[in-house]
């Protein structure tokens, strides 16, 4: 499975990105799907995710801020990011989840992970 992250960059604070995150070479629509930050000098932390099913579960540090969402048809999965700040500054990564156990905030629980897009918020 590859994932390719897209659509960060340097914004205000308050302002909105979405992400993208393309999946190719597997069955995209069995997986759950997650976005984790690491900002620098920090470790990864997860930030949302969405199961096969459509359920969705999200940090609380985000929550009324971002959604995440996928299109199976399209075999892509998106981070819309608003009310950004500056704490949100990090590289963003999409990963996927082939297992259906265990705790989908977990970074050892995603057996695939894109490359990242950077997320930039200006003061």
């Known amino acids: 499975v590859q994932l390719q992250a897209s659509g960060g960059g340097l914004v205000q604070a308050g302002g909105s990105l979405r992400l993208s995150c393309a999946a190719s070479?597997?069955?995209?629509?069995?997986?759950?799907m997650g976005w984790f930050r690491q900002a620098p000098g920090k470790e990864r932390e997860f930030v949302a995710a969405i199961t096969r099913s459509g359920s969705v579960y999200r940090a609380d540090s985000v929550k009324g801020r971002f959604t995440i969402s996928r299109d199976n048809a399209k075999n892509t999965v998106y981070l819309q990011t608003n009310s950004l700040k500056p704490e949100d500054t990090a590289v963003y990564y999409c990963?996927?989840?082939?297992?259906?156990?265990?705790?989908?905030?977990?970074?050892?629980?995603?057996?695939?992970w894109g490359q990242g897009t950077l997320v930039t918020v200006s003061s």
């Open positions: 070479g597997g069955t995209f629509g069995s997986y759950t």
């Open positions: 990963a996927a989840r082939t297992v259906y156990s265990g705790s989908v905030g977990s970074v050892s629980n995603y057996a695939y």
